[in-house]
């Protein structure tokens, strides 16, 4: 079955940096676009970064251009966001999702999320 797991998050102080990874399994994952969100408590759900299957386009929201960085190795099954100048408002469970088509049917998955909490 489709299988989407986060690591890396952690406690960082403001203008630290993380890298986060999502390995993914159950699926032909170098067939398909991946995204990371994040959801800040009492906050929507948000859209930080996207990234093509093929790697060689990417998209990240406003207020995370210039800070992260979206990456992904087809050989490991794996996409990362890597975040620097970190702030407390990254502060949010971070989720890495893509759109998968199985069985003829196409379903938006999601992992349990990982994590990031920026304070000193």
């Known amino acids: 079955q489709v299988q989407l797991v986060e690591s890396g998050g952690d406690l960082v102080q403001p203008g630290g940096s993380l890298r986060l990874s999502c390995a993914a399994s159950?699926?032909?994952?170098?067939?398909?676009?991946m995204r990371w969100y994040r959801q800040a408590p009492g906050k929507e759900r948000e859209l930080v970064a996207a990234?093509?299957?093929?790697?060689?386009?990417?998209n990240y929201a406003d207020s995370m251009k210039g800070r992260f960085t979206i990456s992904r190795d087809n050989a490991k099954n794996t996409v990362y966001l890597e975040m620097n100048s970190l702030r407390p408002e990254d502060t949010a469970v971070y989720y890495c999702?893509?759109?998968?088509?199985?069985?003829?049917?196409?379903?938006?998955?999601w992992g349990q999320g990982t994590q990031v909490t920026v304070s000193s």
């Open positions: 999702n893509a759109d998968i088509s199985l069985y003829g049917l196409t379903r938006r998955y």
């Open positions: 990234i093509t299957s093929t790697g060689d386009s990417t």
């Open positions: 159950g699926f032909t994952f170098s067939s398909y676009a």
